[in-house]
């Protein structure tokens, strides 16, 4: 293979593996948990401490099934947000600039 068939090659190999965007990853609109996702979510939210979860809305992941992004609210208004992986509970905080689309309700 020439230097430049190998060049153009790994140009293309390159381009078609993009990371997705938030907005591609979490391309569900926001709405509140229900069933099982009620409970696994809330117990990881639970065992990592976080309080400020009054009420609370998520968006699946498109690409892993048991990702969720989170908006947490005490109040209906100001929210703060959380990355949770219900498989093994782990919550990670996001900065709410990382949010595309604020929870409905909230200002």
């Given at each position: 293979?020439?230097?430049?068939?190998?060049?153009?090659?790994?140009?293309?190999?390159?381009?078609?593996?993009?990371?997705?965007?938030?907005?591609?990853?979490?391309?569900?609109?926001?709405?509140?948990?229900?069933?099982q996702e009620f409970i696994t979510i809330g117990r990881a939210l639970v065992k990592n401490d976080?309080?400020?979860?009054?009420?609370?809305?998520?968006?699946?992941?498109?690409?892993?099934?048991?990702?969720?992004?989170?908006?947490?609210?005490?109040?209906?208004?100001?929210?703060?947000?959380?990355?949770?992986?219900?498989?093994?509970?782990?919550?990670?905080?996001?900065?709410?600039?990382?949010?595309?689309?604020?929870?409905?309700?909230?200002?």
């Amino acid at each position: 293979m020439t230097p430049k068939i190998l060049l153009v090659s790994l140009f293309i190999l390159l381009a078609s593996c993009h990371e997705p965007t938030f907005s591609e990853r979490y391309n569900q609109q926001w709405r509140e948990p229900q069933g099982q996702e009620f409970i696994t979510i809330g117990r990881a939210l639970v065992k990592n401490d976080i309080r400020v979860c009054g009420e609370y809305y998520v968006r699946k992941s498109s690409l892993d099934p048991g990702e969720y992004v989170v908006g947490c609210t005490p109040d209906g208004e100001k929210f703060e947000y959380f990355l949770v992986w219900t498989s093994t509970e782990k919550v990670t905080p996001i900065a709410a600039t990382e949010i595309d689309i604020a929870p409905e309700g909230s200002k």
